[in-house]
């Protein structure tokens, strides 16, 4: 993560959340993002697990269902 404290994402990335979603949503979406995050490494620690692995994993279960919904979007990317 190559980016500001506010946006602790790479510039690349930061500008494919803006022109996908706007401005505001970018900020909502990170800052929802950055938390789930946050709460998935302290919930890891709490229990003994590494906190890099289980925010791997949660990574991981983001990007497959991701790919499981994109199959059932509609129009303006909505669910169906």
Known sequence: MTGDSSFPFSPETRAEITRRFGERMADVVTGAIVRALREVAA??????????????????LCRD???????GMGKGGRLN
């Open 65 to 71: 269902m991701h790919e499981s919904l994109s199959g």
């Open 43 to 60: 919930d890891a620690g709490k229990a003994g697990l590494p906190p890099e692995e289980a925010v791997v994993g949660f990574l991981h």
